[in-house]
């Protein structure tokens, strides 16, 4: 029988394999996953992704997120983020 998830439960999934809760034997499979859900993002709510890599001085996988035509004038779901750099209009202020 197939099991059903809800929106949340798949969110709880992520968030622990982000936490490292739950995760993958390797770190390439991390890597790997990380690009995926910036790429997925990206897709759905705008931007491109740039490299995807892990960071020492920060002990964290990060991702380069470009700005493009996609991304709400606002800065969408990135404005939040990471916010020395502003975008606006679809370009980098």
Not at 1 to 27: N, P, Y
Not at 43 to 59: A, F, Q
Request: net charge negative; hydrophobic share 30%.
């Amino acid at each position: 029988m197939s099991k059903i998830l809800t929106d949340h439960e798949l969110a709880k999934i992520v968030d622990s394999i982000i936490d490292g809760t739950e995760g993958f034997d390797c770190c390439y499979q991390q890597l790997e996953f990380v690009d995926g859900l910036a790429k997925l993002l990206a897709k759905h709510c705008g931007g491109s992704i740039g490299v995807t890599e892990y960071t020492d001085e920060l002990d964290t996988y990060t991702t380069v997120i470009n700005v493009n035509d996609d991304v709400p004038t606002d800065g969408g779901i990135w404005k939040d983020y990471n916010t020395d750099v502003t975008w606006s209009d679809g370009k980098e202020v």
